[in-house]
């Protein structure tokens, strides 16, 4: 076990009854996964792949997916461009069991989009726009939709430019008032004001869910036990670190 944890989540009777298990808001993505190949080409050359393929992605859009694919009730609520991988993003997340409703076509905006690079014998490389989920802000999770959840989960944090660490705070408070656990997940691009936001953040946060190397950037600490007790000391409740294969 790789955490620091307090006990399991107390979820209130009105939560018990809730229209969904888990209402999991943020960044939304449509991935580019181009197969295996054997190194990245050159300036000016070409490297052949057997298939470049398109699925969803994004922490919201993952964890929903899980969940349903588990038999729980999940909605993601998010945003899109008007456009092909937007609806791509939308069918497939339908086709899974996740609820779609809130999740919001951003005119102006193209759907957010990772092109995935994967080489044989190395770690994954990946380039990314913001697309829609620049302008998520925090204003699509309403009090109303809040208290219609078991949980509230926040995906991507860090990711969203328009979501600030203030809103952030504020909606966990609403929903702890309501007696609504939340969870906080992150990416980090770049790690340099991120420690004075989680300060803002953590103290209204159930959950945090950071991975072993985010935990190191975050905190400088290698240990993912140090690591958890640092986010306990700046008020997370609970602090999950996840280490890949290792587990959790």
């Not at 859009?61 to 937007?86: F, Q």
Request: contains cysteine; hydrophobic residues 45%; aromatic residues 6%.
């Amino acid at each position: 076990m790789k955490s620091a944890a307090t006990p399991a989540l107390s979820v209130s009777p009105q939560a018990s009854a809730s229209r969904y298990d888990c209402l999991c808001a943020g960044i939304v993505v449509a991935d580019f996964v181009g197969a295996p190949i054997e190194s990245v080409p050159a300036a000016g050359a070409l490297a052949m792949t057997e298939s470049i393929s398109l699925a969803i992605g994004g922490c919201a859009s993952n964890v929903a997916t899980d969940l349903a694919k588990i038999g729980r009730r999940s909605a993601v609520v998010g945003r899109v461009g008007c456009d092909m991988p937007g609806r791509f993003v939308r069918d497939e997340l339908a086709r899974a069991g996740v609820e779609t409703q809130q999740l919001v076509e951003t005119p102006g905006y193209q759907t957010s989009s990772t092109l995935v690079i994967n080489v044989r014998g190395e770690d994954r490389r990946f380039i990314h726009t913001f697309g829609a989920n620049a302008a998520f802000d925090g204003s699509e999770i309403s009090l109303e939709l809040m208290r219609q959840a078991r949980v509230l989960y926040v995906g991507g944090f860090f990711l969203m430019p328009s979501l600030t660490s203030q809103r952030v705070a504020d909606l966990f408070r609403s929903a702890r008032e309501a007696g609504v656990p939340t969870v906080l997940d992150v990416v980090i691009p770049d790690p340099t004001n991120c420690w004075r936001e989680l300060q803002v953040v953590l103290p209204w946060t159930d959950v945090f869910l950071p991975n072993v190397d985010e935990g190191r950037q975050l905190t400088g600490l290698d240990d993912p036990v140090a690591q958890a007790r640092a986010f306990r000391s700046i008020g997370a409740k609970t602090v999950v670190i996840t280490c890949g294969g290792e587990g959790a």
